[in-house]
C-alpha cells in the first residue's frame, strides 16, 4: 500500500538541496536543455550541462550529481553517455536514468538496458518507459505513456530491487519505490502534459536531490524532487490560462516554493 | 485570383486534428526545438522529436506525418533527414518540408532540391526560399525574405505543379496552393518576425494537420495550419507589450482557439 | 579608475544597432540558441544560426558580425568554429568570444587559447573566465564565476592588450576595457543569474553592436551593449515575481528600450 509523502519532509529535503545548490551535470536532449536549466536554476542548483565526450568524463567525476536523458539520442550522444555514467560511478558521483520512450525504440532500450549495469541512483519515467525497462510489456505512443502509473508499480519495485535504484513512475499519481516501500504523491496538473520538458526536467531535479544525500534518504530525495515539481505545476495551473501562461508561473512556483505553499497543497 | 480560406473549413479542419491528436515526427533546427513541441502540444498533437539515423527510420514509418525543416543543417542530420524521408515516402507518411534559408546556402538548397524527388506533401517557406526552390532570383537576408509574399505566387503554383506538394508561401499575406487554386488568409502580426521560430513551429503544424487528411482536402488542411497560427499570433499581438509577452499569449491562445475565436477573427 | 558609461552614448549606441538591424552569425550552445535568437530579435537584430561546417564559413563572411560560445563544445563545433572564425578574420567580419567555464575545463580552454590568435574584436566573459584567459588563476564552479567582476580588471586590460580586442567582465558590476580605459556599468539584477543564457545571449549582443562599429568606437559599442541587457534586466526584475516572469519582461523591455527608459535608468 503506498503511503503519502509527509509535507514536513519535502520542505527538509527542500531545504537541504537549497543550501548546498548542488553542481547537476545534465546530459538531457535537445528539445529541453533550456527549460532544464531554468527549472533547476529556478529551483536554487547550479546545472551545466557538459556534453562532449572530451569534457563528459571530468566533469561528471567533479559534479554533485549526474542526469542522463535519451530523449534524442545519437550515436554520438550514446558514447557521451557512457563516458560520463561510467565517471560517475567510478567516482561516486549518484546518477539518474530517464529513459524516454524505452520500449518504443529499440536502439536507445538497449542503451538503457546497458546503463542499469551502472548502478544508477534512481530512474525516473512514465509507466511505459519503467514497464518496458522491467521486461513488461508496454505501450507507449512516441515519448507518451499510453499506461497508467498505477499499473506499474509492481514493474518499478522489480526494477528497483534489480537496479539497487530509486524508481520514480510519474502520471497522474506519482509512485516512488525503492523494491519495498512505495511512496505516492498525488498533485501536478493535466495541463503539465500540454508543456514539453516537465518529466525530463524532473529527472535532472531527482538528480539534483539526490546529491550529497545519504542512500537511506534517497526515497524520501526522490520523492520529494517529484513532489516539489507537482506542487509547483499545481500551483501553476491554478492561475494559467494555458500552457503559455503556465511556463513562467511553474518556473516563479519553483522559485518560491516554502513550507507554507508546500504545506497548503498537500492539505 | 487567390481566395480568402473560409472560417467553417478552418473549425472543421482544427477540429479533426483536435480528434486525431497525431503522432508528429519533427526534425527541425536547435533553435526552435522546444518552441516546436510547445505549439504542437498546446494545438493538440503529440509531439516526438527523434533524430538518431538508427531510429528516425523506424519512427518515420509508424508516424502519423514528418516534419523537416534544415535550418541548422550538419551532414550528420542530412543523413538522418534522408533515411527519415525515404521511409515516410514508402511508408506513405505525408511529410512537409521547411526549406529554411534556400537560396542564400548551397549546401541545403542542393539537400532541399534532391528531398523534393520524394513526394512531399507540402512545402512552406517564406517569398524568397520559395521562389529559390522554384529556380527563381530571389534575395534572402540570412533566414529572413527580402521579397513580399505576393510576389512569390507563380513560383509557388509553380513548384506546387513540378513536386506534386501544397505550397504554402507564408508572410504578411499568406498564400497557399495546390498549383491551380491560391488560398489566401489575411492575419498575423508583424510581431510574429520578432520572434524566433514561429515559421518554423508552422511547418509543423501543417504537418499534423495533413496527418490522416485525404489527398483531395490537403490543400484546405495546409490553409487551416496558417489560418490557425495566424489567427492565434494576431489575438496574442492584440495583447502583448512586446515579443516577450508574445509567446506565452501566443501558446495560450493556441489552446484556446474555438469556433467563436476563429469566426470573430476573420470578421 | 573605471568611468561610468553616459546615457548618452548608451542612446546613441543602441539607435545606430537599430538602424543597421545588423545579420549576425551565432554559434552558440545548445541551451541557450533560442533564447539567444529571441533577444537579439527582441532588440532589432537579424541573427542566423549557422552551424554546419559546409556553410559557416562563407555565412561569416558575408555577416556583420559572429559570436561564438563554447559553452556545449563538441569536436565538430570546434571544426566549425575555426572555420568561421577564419572565414570571419579573412574577411573583416568581426567576431566575438564567450569563453564559458575556460579555466575549468582544459579543452575549450585550449580552443579559446588559439581562438585568441585570430584578433577578435571583443570578449565577453564572468571574471573567473576572463583571469583564466590571462593567465591568473581563477575559481569556477561549473559555468558560474567563483570571482567578484572587480578582481578582474587586471586581468581583463592585459587580456585586451595581448589580444587585442575590447574585453567585457560582467557580474554585479560590469567592466569594460580597451587595455588602457576601464568604463563600469552598474545596472542589472541578481534575478539575471537565475535564469539560463542571459550572458551567453549577451555575448551575441556585443558581436551585433560591434557590427559596422568603427574600431575607434568598439569600447562604447561593447559597454552600451552590457548596459542595454543590464538595464532591461534591472526593468523586467522590477516587476518579476520570480526568474519566470523574468523572462517575457525582459524581452519586453529590450523591446521597448528608449531613451527615457535608458537616462531613467542610470538616473
Redesign the interface.
Known sequence: MPQALPATTIIAQLDRFRRTAP?THVIT???????T??VL??LGA??????????AG??AAI?SALSVNV??????QAATIRIAVQAASRAGTPWVLDPV?AGV?P??TELCQELLQQHPAAIRGNASEIMALAGQAAAG????SANQSDQAIDAAKALATRSGAIVAVTGEIDYITDGERVVSIKAGDPLM?????TGCALSSVVAAFVAGCPAEERLNAVASACAVMAIAGQRAAAR??????F??????????LDAITITEALA
Chains 1, 2, 3 share one sequence.
Open positions: 553542481l536532449n535537445d528539445v529541453v536543455t533550456g527549460f536549466a531554468n536554476l529556478a547550479a546545472p551545466a550541462m557538459i556534453t562532449a565526450p572530451e569534457e571530468s566533469f559534479a530523449g534524442t539520442l545519437t550515436s554520438a520512450a525504440l536502439y536507445r505512443k512516441g515519448v507518451d502534459t500540454r508543456v514539453t520538458g494559467a490560462k494555458g500552457p503559455g501562461s511556463v513562467p508561473l511553474f518556473l516563479d512556483n519553483l522559485y518560491l
